[in-house]
């Protein structure tokens, strides 16, 4: 079993940072491929960014720029820096995780940004 937990999420203002963490147990970590979504009101859930065990990262174009994913698999964690927040940025961002045909979802965590 796969349990993945999101932090970091909040209230910022236009311009801002956040940084958000996935925190994963179970075992192989390192050879999963991890990714962030994000899902607004009203709208479908859409990949942000993902990156495979190689390290290879993937980008919507939206972000391009100002995010970045990143994992420390000693740590058993994913995470996405955030920068120049927008406020198109705003919805619930969930961490993923994929592996010979099996995904995994995160809980959610809240990004708002707002002035």
């Known amino acids: 079993q796969v349990q993945l937990v999101e932090s970091g999420g909040g209230l910022v203002q236009p311009g801002g940072s956040l940084r958000l963490s996935c925190a994963a147990s179970?075992?192989?970590?390192?050879?999963?491929?991890m990714g962030w979504y994000r899902q607004a009101p009203g709208s479908q859930r859409e990949l942000v960014a993902e990156?495979?065990?190689?390290?290879?990262?993937n980008y919507v174009g939206s972000v391009k720029g100002r995010f970045t994913i990143s994992r420390d698999n000693a740590k058993n964690t994913m995470y996405l820096q955030m920068n120049n927040l927008e406020p198109e940025d705003t919805a619930v961002y969930y961490c993923?995780?994929?592996?010979?045909?099996?995904?995994?979802w995160g809980q959610g965590t809240q990004v708002t940004v707002s002035s």
């Open positions: 993923n995780a994929r592996l010979l045909g099996a995904t995994f």
């Open positions: 179970g075992s192989f970590f390192g050879i999963w491929t």
């Open positions: 990156i495979t065990a190689a390290g290879d990262t």
